[in-house]
Every structure is written in structure tokens, then in C-alpha cells.
């Protein structure tokens, strides 16, 4: 009963955190980065280069931007037309800028970011115990499973089976969450 109730309670975690990460919007930058229709006129008539920095610079300038390019120009998406928040990348897959972007993850079809990042740590953490607590309880089973201790029916490749899933997905989730861990460690991103 014990373990019942623990498997349940690891269980509704996990598709709470993954529902979660999958359905929470990405954030998008605030209007305020978007330029106006005067100034994307101007940045269209200007040749490429410094002109067009000039036009940039004055529509940022009451905006909070740190982060410039390599050659310190402003950071521009050209496909949302607005001024790059720092930390904001344009995601090919969403096709629009996410704030804060993490990466793209296929697991969950959403970017991660600034609005679901927490979720996606959950989502990471719950995993990972989820699939330990059924390595866990899986264990004695596949022991008896390799000594012989067990009928002889098909349930005994079922449990071969759970167990070996169960472990190789928790090695890949430890390695995975420890490196988010590490990257939130140090105020960093996968980009």
C-alpha cells in the first residue's frame, strides 16, 4: 500500500510538472521593444550598417539593453521587428523571440524560457524520481528474475524489461538535470 500510494503521489507530480511545461506559454518581449511604424520605415529605407544602428540606438535608448553583438551593435530580430531584450533569442521552430530562451525541446513540442523553466526543472526532477522509486521497487524482482527465483511466464521479461528502462532513463534524466542544476548554478543558459 505503501508503495501504491508513493508510486501515485510520484506519478501525479510528473504529469503535473509536464502539463505544465508543455501548456505554459513562452513569454514574449513587452511592446515596448517592438519598434514603431515610423521607426521600421526608417530601418527599411537605410542602408545596412552604421545608419541603421543610429536608427536602433535612438529607438532603444530609453529601453533596458545591456547585451549588444560581438561588434557592439543593438541586438534586432528582423523577423518580429523588434529590439532584442538581453537573454532574448528568436526560436526557429515557435518562429517568434522568447524571452529568456532555453532551447527548444522536442520532449515537450515548447520552448523552454523564462515563463516555464521552473516547470521544466520540475519536469526533470519529478522524472528522474519517478523512474528511480521504479528501479527501486523493480529491483528485487529482477534479481529473482537472474537467479532463477521467479515462474516460469512472461511476466519475467516484463520486469526485465521495466527495470532496464527505468535505470537507463535514469541515468540520462541525473546527467540531464544535474546539468540544468549547474546551469542555474551559474546564472546560465544552454544558448
Excluded at 526533470?124 to 528501479?135: D, G, P, V
Aim: proline share 4%; hydrophobic share 40%; charged share 20%.
Amino acid at each position: 500500500v505503501v508503495c501504491l500510494v508513493a508510486y501515485h503521489i510520484f506519478f501525479m507530480l510528473f504529469v503535473w510538472s509536464y502539463w505544465k511545461t508543455i501548456f505554459t506559454l513562452p513569454m514574449n518581449p513587452s511592446k515596448e521593444f517592438h519598434l514603431s511604424y515610423s521607426d521600421k520605415e526608417s530601418l527599411e529605407r537605410e542602408p545596412r550598417g552604421e545608419s541603421q544602428q543610429e536608427v536602433l540606438r535612438r529607438a532603444a535608448k530609453d529601453l533596458p539593453i545591456y547585451t549588444r553583438t560581438m561588434s557592439g551593435a543593438i541586438r534586432y530580430c528582423d523577423r518580429c521587428h523588434l529590439v532584442k531584450p538581453d537573454r532574448c533569442h528568436h526560436c526557429s521552430v515557435c518562429d517568434k523571440c522568447i524571452l529568456k530562451m532555453d532551447h527548444h525541446c522536442p520532449w515537450v513540442n515548447n520552448c523552454v524560457g523564462f515563463s516555464n523553466y521552473k516547470f521544466f526543472l520540475l519536469f526533470l526532477a519529478y522524472s528522474l524520481l519517478y523512474c528511480l522509486f521504479i528501479a527501486a521497487t523493480d529491483l528485487q524482482y529482477f534479481i529473482k528474475f537472474w537467479t532463477n527465483g521467479l515462474p516460469d511466464t512472461q511476466a519475467k521479461f516484463h520486469i526485465m524489461f521495466l527495470f532496464f528502462a527505468a535505470a537507463m532513463f535514469s541515468v540520462s534524466l541525473s546527467s540531464l538535470f544535474g546539468y540544468h542544476c549547474w546551469l542555474v548554478s551559474k546564472n546560465k543558459s544552454t544558448l
